[in-house]
């Protein structure tokens, strides 16, 4: 069994030594033109080159949850596309929205500035009951975070294509219900996959529709985010901030007025980064399955792009 790696971020040696490690019968080796073709590939936005030059090739790994990279290219109907399924991530990325909830509605901002004044003063608890939390996509992702924000005991809904039930959260599907989700939504959580359905959903139309002192939370994809509408928002007083992990072009230009607001907060596409060891252990697991005729979980629908 061949399994090639084209990794485009990464570095891809501990990738290779990992694989080798986790499947010692195979022949595992990074991905250049002209390559001998390979039966499962490891791959990380590959070039279209790749699948153009893989014609044996069965499943492509992708290192990460979201495929909407690999959605753009020309990919044979027979490849199955399998994403990353969890491995680590869940945990992460509910840390990072818990945090970017609490440091919001406990106001911790303000007492930094109290701080760097040597200022001892109070703010009037508020209640959670008036802070609920709207989680758009409850996938993998999403319905990890939507059950630990439910555990610091603000309401929760969430938001899917079809029907999904999570304890404790209130569900709302499809298009039909999104102005009814919206609306009981102060502080909004996007984690949708990004696919020509979801691109552009956070624009002025949907999030105008939050309750006022709404609040932003984008972990998911740049593409989701209308940028000028949540400035245009924000100036109004209808949004009260947004912590943003991802960006329609990343690294984020150094001129973009995201990083001076101050009522955003910006980290560089690290809410839930790819964890290599488990990452590994997952895609070869998946690899001996598929060796025994099993079905595996991750596969990619690509009708639905996700
Ligand atoms: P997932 O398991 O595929 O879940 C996607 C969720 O979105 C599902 O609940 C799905 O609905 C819903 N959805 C998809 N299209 C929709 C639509 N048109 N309308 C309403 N709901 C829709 O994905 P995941 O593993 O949770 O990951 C989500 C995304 O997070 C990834 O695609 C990736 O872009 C992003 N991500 C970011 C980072 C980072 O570091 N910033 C890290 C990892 C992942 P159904 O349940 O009905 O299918
Ligand atoms: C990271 O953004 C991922 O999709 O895993």
């Known amino acids: 069994m061949r399994i090639a790696v084209c990794l485009t971020e990464q570095k891809a ?11 010692p019968g195979a022949e595992v080796s990074a991905w250049a033109p002209g390559a001998a073709p390979a039966d499962h590939a490891v791959v990380w936005a590959p070039p279209q080159a790749f699948i153009d030059e893989q014609p044996g090739l069965q499943t492509l790994f992708n290192i990460g949850a979201g495929v909407d990279a ?5 990919l044979p109907p027979t490849l199955k596309v399998v ?19 609490i440091r919001h509605f406990r106001e911790f901002d303000g007492y930094e500035a109290d701080t760097a004044q040597g200022r001892w003063s109070f703010r009037k608890p508020r209640a959670r009951s008036e802070f609920p939390v709207g989680i758009l996509g409850l996938g993998v992702l999403g319905r990890r975070v939507a059950q630990a924000v439910a555990s610091f005991e603000f309401p929760v809904q969430g938001w899917s294509r079809t029907p999904q039930q999570v304890p404790g959260v209130r569900g709302y599907a499809g298009d039909a219900q999104l102005p009814q989700f919206l609306a009981a939504t102060r502080v909004l959580v996007c984690l949708l996959p990004l696919t020509p359905a979801t691109t552009d959903i956070l624009r002025k139309e949907t999030l105008s529709q939050l309750q006022p002192g709404g609040y932003a939370i984008n972990v998911a994809r740049g593409a989701h985010l209308v940028d000028a509408d949540l400035l245009a928002l924000l100036d109004s007083g209808h949004l009260a901030g947004a912590t943003l992990d991802v960006f329609r072009t ?3 230009p ?9 009522k955003i907060t910006v980290t560089p596409h690290t809410s839930a980064r790819t964890l290599r060891d488990e990452s590994i252990a997952q895609i070869a697991g998946k690899i001996r399955a598929l060796q025994r005729g099993e079905a595996i979980a991750g596969v990619v629908d690509p009708a639905r792009g996700y």
């Not at 150094?254 to 101050?262: E, I, M, V, Y």
Request: proline share 9%.
């Open 13 to 23: 040696e501990p990738w290779l030594e990992g694989l080798r490690a986790a499947l």
């Open 70 to 74: 690999l959605m753009k290219l020309r």
């Open 83 to 101: 994403r990353l399924d969890d491995a680590g991530m869940a945990v992460q990325m509910a840390d990072y929205v818990c945090h970017a909830l």
């Open 250 to 252: 990343e690294p984020l």
């Open 254 to 262: 150094a001129d973009h007025p995201f990083w001076r607001h101050p």
